[in-house]
């Protein structure tokens, strides 16, 4: 299994910005996909953006336009920058990844709160 610390999160404004980090514990180049999700309370657990080691990038309509997922591989670190937020951001961010054959792992999530 991978492991996956996010790092980041926390009280920002309406409107304001932030980037999450995930830190994985294997060369994120070997991981064929990596993953930000995001859950509400109440509310299922939903794809933010993802990324493929070929650096295929896409994002949920919600977050479009205003969200940016990247990779740092010497890091082994995955990026998810969004701006422009709002208060239906908040929620706890997952970070996800996953090997073929080899399944997934799930990061232990990391609280963003959109508010003034």
């Known amino acids: 299994q991978v492991q996956l610390v996010e790092s980041g999160g926390g009280l920002v404004q309406p409107g304001g910005s932030l980037r999450l980090s995930c830190a994985a514990s294997?060369?994120?180049?070997?991981?064929?996909?990596m993953s930000w999700y995001r859950q509400a309370p109440g509310k299922e657990r939903e794809l933010v953006a993802f990324?493929?080691?070929?650096?295929?990038?896409n994002y949920a309509e919600p977050v479009k336009g205003r969200c940016t997922i990247s990779r740092d591989n010497a890091k082994n670190t995955v990026y998810l920058q969004i701006n422009r937020l709002k208060p239906e951001d908040t929620a706890v961010y997952y970070c996800?990844?996953?090997?073929?054959?080899?399944?997934?792992?799930w990061g232990q999530g990391i609280q963003v709160t959109v508010s003034s």
């Open positions: 990324t493929t080691s070929g650096g295929t990038t």
């Open positions: 294997v060369s994120i180049f070997s991981i064929n996909m």
């Open positions: 996800n990844a996953f090997r073929t054959g080899l399944g997934t792992s």
